[in-house]
């Protein structure tokens, strides 16, 4: 049975060349890379590799640091957490500088984090979402560095794909000390990340969004940024995240953030062709929207709604016909929130090995619900 997976920013599949890179490191070279034994340097070598990799792709500089978590989900917590242990800490005794900046449509990962240090009287501020993205204006008018600790921005929506003006932004902030974090789960391996180029402070991401394996997370911290670890213990990853190293994880995330730098021209113009083709048909459905149609946006993801057929119905009956794609349970703007559906849209999200006889398939089931 063939099945078609459209659903690759929830996750992905590992690519074989990923696997393959980790496979010795999971049978053979098992031992702790803090050891000094044999078994302990055999996981050296493909260790480096991997800090190459990340230090080149993501464009990190010699000063700075990345840390390698467990997910994106641990890398955004450990920025946030470390605000607020800050914050707690603060001389300041009136606390005036209580405020973090951040959007409407941020993934849980992200918004469920910032709801939490509310309990401690930080105050978030939520930009809203026009037309799909944020506006520059809106950003100036409630940023003041007097105020705000953080500035902490989704890059690439996960529902949409609508990429955030990041760089103009960091502008902005970067006249202050104020520090910009950014949650690049669904950009890296996807656009061209540079985090020099960007200004930006820290960056979350994830391995398994871009065909690496599960269970790995990254944190970039600038230079001269401090951060207090979530967790405490041994001296692993320069005493920022303490535990034992994840030694098949981390190689894994290393190989296939090169494989993706590697194809980024491929996902730029072919998959971007695949996503226009299918994006062509769904926009002949009645009073069909796609969402984020003329922003900036990555060439891997749609979200449409379809008011003439029910989302909930589209995912389950497109996977009875063995095609994987997911509905939308992001509100990622005033429009959705409109829509009277319990879901208000599906979305479809290719990979660089998803196919044009894919999408042709998926095309013609869908042809079949109207
Ligand atoms: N941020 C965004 C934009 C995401 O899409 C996701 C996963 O869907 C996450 C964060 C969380 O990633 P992880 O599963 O690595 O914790």
């Avoid at 800090?51 to 000063?63: P, R, T, V, W």
């Avoid at 026009?130 to 690439?156: Q, R």
């Avoid at 005033?334 to 009277?340: N, R």
Wanted: charged content about 20%; some cysteine; proline content about 3%.
């Amino acid at each position: 049975m063939n099945y078609i997976y459209l659903d690759n920013n929830a996750s992905t599949m590992i690519d074989p060349k990923v696997f393959d890179k980790m496979s010795p490191y999971l049978k053979d070279h098992y031992g702790n890379p803090n050891s000094t034994h044999y078994f302990g340097e055999m996981t050296h070598e493909g260790l480096n590799v991997a800090s190459d990799q990340f230090y080149k792709y993501l464009n990190i500089g010699e000063e700075d640091t990345f840390v390698v978590t467990s997910c994106a989900t641990e890398s955004i917590n450990t920025v946030h957490k470390s605000i607020l242990f800050d914050f707690l800490n603060s001389k300041n005794k009136n606390k005036s500088k209580n405020k973090i900046i951040t959007t409407s449509f941020e993934h849980p990962a992200s918004a469920k984090s910032l709801e939490y240090l509310k309990n401690f009287g930080i105050e978030i501020i939520e930009l809203p979402i026009k037309n799909d993205s944020i506006s520059i204006d809106d950003f100036k008018e409630v940023f003041n560095s007097e105020e705000i600790l953080l500035v902490s921005l989704i890059y690439a929506h996960n529902e949409t794909g609508v990429i955030l003006p990041i760089k103009d932004l960091a502008k902005i902030i970067h006249n202050s000390d104020v520090p910009i974090h950014i949650d690049a789960t669904q950009a890296i391996g996807k656009i061209d990340v540079d985090v020099q180029d960007l200004n930006i402070d820290f960056l979350s991401c994830s391995a398994h969004k871009i065909h690496g394996p599960k269970g790995v997370g990254g944190l970039y911290i600038k230079q001269n940024r401090i951060i207090t670890p979530l967790l405490h213990g041994g001296t692993q990853m320069g005493g920022f995240r303490a535990g034992t190293l994840n030694t098949a994880g981390i190689i894994g995330f290393g190989e296939a953030l090169e494989l993706a730098a590697e194809s980024l021209n491929f996902f730029n113009t072919e998959i971007l062709s695949l996503r226009q083709h299918l994006e062509e048909f769904l926009l002949t459905l009645p009073d069909s929207t796609i969402h984020g149609y003329s922003s900036d946006r990555i060439a891997n993801t749609i979200f449409v709604t379809t008011p003439t057929i029910d989302s909930d119905y589209m995912v389950w009956y497109l996977n009875k016909n063995n095609i994987s794609i997911s509905s939308g349970s992001a509100c990622s703007s005033q429009q959705l929130k409109k829509t009277t559906q319990k879901t208000p849209g599906v979305r479809f999200s290719l990979s660089r090995f998803t196919t044009k006889s894919e999408i042709d398939k998926t095309i013609e089931c869908i042809k079949k619900l109207l």
